[in-house]
């Protein structure tokens, strides 16, 4: 289970991001570092028996980094105010669509998918959520996963018009207008506490493995 100083730490970082206030509470940090590598891991072990091409991860291939890159941003406090792990079959970074948990009080959420694939990556999804749309409505219609997502498909990236080569009267254009293909569940900071949660995690993924592999078939 996730410790409650780690929440705790969150909170304070968000009041206190300096770099003075965060060197001051390094020791903090890394107890809640650890606490969440840890968390990382044990998901990776149990929901590795269900989804192979995780179970050879390790908390190192999924977990970002604190600090922020704000070379490019208005915003220049030092750190990022939660913690996340994304679990991809070829590593955080990899192109291809995986589980990410998020940790922020208030905030904390679980899902994954593919978010903002290039063109070429994009056109595929299209493409195979066209040819297999009776697969892909199955896939969104199977009850575990309407129940953990409840709100389907993210809707923030939504093209206005049909993509080029499709109309308005293709029956899946509803999804090819999506940018993304993204789910999401969120959770309560006493969920993310509870001694079930890792098991509520691995559930959670595990009914939407089906929707992940769909799209990472089309990639290949």
């Given at each position: 289970m996730l410790q409650v100083s780690t929440l705790k730490f969150l909170k304070d970082l968000k009041k206190n991001n300096n770099k003075p206030w965060f060197e001051k509470n390094k020791s903090v940090y890394l107890d809640a570092k650890e606490d969440m590598d840890n968390f990382v891991e044990q998901v990776i072990e149990g929901f590795g028996k269900t989804d192979p091409e995780i179970a050879t991860l390790h908390p190192k291939d999924c977990t970002y980094r604190i600090y922020r890159d704000?070379?490019?941003?208005?915003?220049?406090?030092?750190?990022?105010?939660?913690?996340?792990a994304y679990l991809n079959k070829g590593g955080k970074k990899a192109p291809t669509g995986g589980y990410y948990f998020h940790l922020e009080p208030g905030r904390n959420m679980a899902g994954g998918g593919l978010w903002m694939p290039q063109a070429p990556e994009l056109n595929k999804v299209r493409q195979e959520i066209d040819y297999s749309f009776s697969e892909w409505s199955k896939i969104l219609g199977e009850k575990n996963f309407k129940k953990n997502f409840?709100?389907?498909?993210?809707?923030?990236?939504?093209?206005?018009?049909?993509?080029?080569?499709?109309?308005?009267e293709n029956p899946a254009i509803?999804?090819?207008?999506?940018?993304?293909?993204?789910?999401?569940r969120s959770f309560t900071d006493a969920e993310v506490q509870s001694k079930t949660f890792i098991k509520e995690i691995i559930k959670t993924f595990t009914s939407m493995k089906a929707f992940v592999y769909f799209l990472n078939r089309s990639l290949e």
């Open positions: 704000v070379r490019f941003s208005k915003d220049k406090t030092p750190y990022k105010t939660h913690m996340g409840a709100g389907g498909l993210g809707q923030e990236d939504l093209l206005t018009r049909p993509p080029k080569g499709y109309d308005d509803e999804y090819l207008k999506l940018k993304s293909f993204i789910v999401t």
